[in-house]
C-alpha cells in the first residue's frame, strides 16, 4: 500500500535537545495528522493540521501543514525521556476517509 | 475522551488454527472501524474498512476470505485471521471515528499475533 516518507528514519538526541522530522509525498492532502505510537501500543494523536501553511502547537510539539500540501513537519522543543517512541505522520486526501501513514521516525532520548 | 478497546492485547496459536480479534468503541458509536497490521519496525499498513451492517472494504493484496471482518453493531467489529500462518504473525490494531467532527482516528491499544 501507499505509504509517506518520513525522515529521519530514527535519531539518538540528548535529553533537552530539540528534535525535527518531517514526512513528504507526491501528492496532496488535505489533512495531516501527527500520532506517537509507544512499544505495544496503538498510535496517539498529538497533532492535527488542516490548512496549508498552518502551524499548530501542543505543549512542545508544534507541527506545520506545507504549503504544497505535500508535507508537513513536527518539532519537539526541549526533549525528555518520555518523548521516547515512533512518531507517524498521516495524510488524508479529499475526497476519502482513509489515512495513509507515514514510514515512522523512532526517537530515542539519552538522559 | 473516545476509548476504543481491542482484545485480547496478545495471542500465540498453533498453525492451521483461526483467531479471533475483537474492537470496541466503549463510549462511542462507530459506523466505521479500520483494521491495520503492522510488522516490526514498519509503519501501520491499512487493510481493511469495517462497515456497520454490511461487508467490509478491502485494501488492494488483502485476501478477504483469510481476514474475516464483522462489524454487527455499532460497537463492535471483529478481524478473525482463519487458518493461521506463522507469515500472519503481526500486531493487529484497530482505529474507529468517533464522530462526525472528530479529528482523526482513535486507536486500539493493538493485538500481538504470534503464529507458531
Known amino acids: 500500500g501507499q505509504q509517506l516518507n518520513q525522515s529521519p528514519q530514527s535519531m539518538f538526541i540528548q535529553e533537552g535537545e530539540d528534535v525535527s522530522m518531517n514526512c513528504t509525498s507526491s501528492s496532496i492532502f488535505n489533512t495531516w495528522l501527527w500520532y506517537k505510537q509507544d512499544p505495544g501500543e496503538g498510535p496517539v494523536l498529538l497533532i492535527a493540521?488542516?490548512?496549508?501553511?498552518e502551524l499548530t502547537s501542543n505543549g512542545r510539539l508544534t507541527a506545520q501543514f506545507g504549503i504544497t500540501r505535500k508535507d508537513s513537519f513536527l518539532n519537539i522543543s526541549a526533549s525528555i525521556p518520555s518523548d521516547v517512541g515512533i512518531y507517524f505522520c498521516?495524510?488524508?486526501?479529499?475526497?476519502?476517509?482513509?489515512?495513509?501513514f507515514g514510514t515512522g521516525t523512532r526517537l530515542k532520548v539519552l538522559a | 475522551g473516545a476509548v476504543v478497546s481491542q482484545h485480547p492485547s496478545w495471542v500465540i496459536c498453533k498453525s492451521g488454527t483461526s483467531v479471533k480479534i475483537e474492537c470496541r468503541s466503549l463510549d462511542f458509536q462507530a459506523t466505521t472501524m479500520f483494521w491495520y497490521r503492522q510488522f516490526p519496525k514498519q509503519s501501520l499498513m491499512l487493510m481493511a474498512t469495517s462497515n456497520e451492517g454490511s461487508k467490509a472494504t478491502y485494501e488492494q493484496g488483502v485476501e478477504k476470505d483469510k481476514f474475516l471482518i464483522n462489524h454487527a453493531s455499532l460497537t463492535l467489529s471483529t478481524l478473525t485471521v482463519t487458518s493461521a500462518h506463522p507469515e500472519d504473525s503481526s500486531f493487529y490494531i484497530c482505529?474507529?471515528?468517533?464522530?462526525?467532527?472528530?479529528?482523526?482516528?482513535?486507536f486500539g491499544s493493538g493485538t500481538r499475533l504470534t503464529i507458531v
Open positions: 498521516a495524510g488524508q486526501q479529499t475526497g476519502t476517509y482513509k489515512y495513509i
Open positions: 493540521l488542516y490548512k496549508a501553511g
Open positions: 482505529s474507529a471515528r468517533s464522530g462526525e467532527g472528530a479529528v482523526g482516528y482513535t
